[in-house]
């Protein structure tokens, strides 16, 4: 494989969960297990450099000043953090009771996952799509 683009999606909502992903050289995908391994690896990692930015202090830019007043939040670093980085092993295995329980959908190539075993083929570029689910409320 070539490429993997992962996207996110939320039932309801426009936009992205996230920040496609995108892996750019070969991987050993066999199976929808093996792929829903690697970005919840990749996501660990992202969020433990997030964590470990956020304690540096930085002089920022006139434009990331002007991007913070527009968001509403200007940060500067040197914020202690109190989110914990999950261990890779359990965020794996809470990613694998998710699909299991049906808390999101997973495409391939606009395919739908069925079972994490499925086979995702070696196909030169690879779109994964995962798609969130959120109840409504009331029932």
Do not use: W
């Amino acid at each position: 494989m070539e490429r993997l683009v992962v996207r996110a999606e939320v039932v309801g909502r426009r936009g992205t969960s996230f920040v496609p992903l995108r892996f750019e050289r070969s991987f050993p995908f066999q199976t929808a297990r093996d792929l829903l391994c690697a970005v919840v690896e990749q996501q660990i990692d992202e969020f433990r450099l997030r964590k470990e930015e956020a304690q540096l202090l930085r002089i920022l830019s006139v434009e990331a000043i002007e991007d913070g007043r527009n968001s509403g939040k200007i940060v500067s670093g040197g914020q202690d953090q109190d989110a914990r980085v999950p261990a890779v092993p359990d965020a794996i295995r809470a990613a694998f009771q998710a699909f299991e329980d049906g808390l999101f959908y997973m495409f391939v190539n606009d395919v739908q996952v069925e079972i994490l075993d499925q086979p995702v083929g070696d196909q030169e570029d690879m779109d994964l799509l995962f798609l969130r689910l959120t109840p409504l409320v009331g029932g």
